[in-house]
């Protein structure tokens, strides 16, 4: 192997290290984002149930407020 050869060799060997380190990042930031979608996924879960509550509640509110005007005589 002459010189150039070795070169050649030493420098591909490095990118390929510098490669395999970028990699290694872009794994490691891809792991982060995914369990933070999972959080936020888990949390959209959650706000979703609450106002379906805060709906339900809502609506029995409004019906009952309904009911008591109904139920309640007028006064000219």
């Known amino acids: ?41 888990a949390r959209i879960g959650a706000l979703q149930s609450e106002l379906a509550e805060l709906r339900a509640n809502r609506d029995a509110w409004r019906a009952e407020a309904v009911r008591l005007r109904q139920a309640t005589p007028r006064t000219a």
Not at 10 to 25: C, G, I, P
């Open 1 to 41: 192997m002459d010189e150039d050869d070795a070169a050649l060799l030493l420098t591909l060997a490095s990118e390929n290290t510098e490669l395999r380190q970028q990699l290694a990042q872009a794994q490691e930031m891809l792991v982060e984002t995914a369990i933070d979608a999972g959080h936020l996924h």
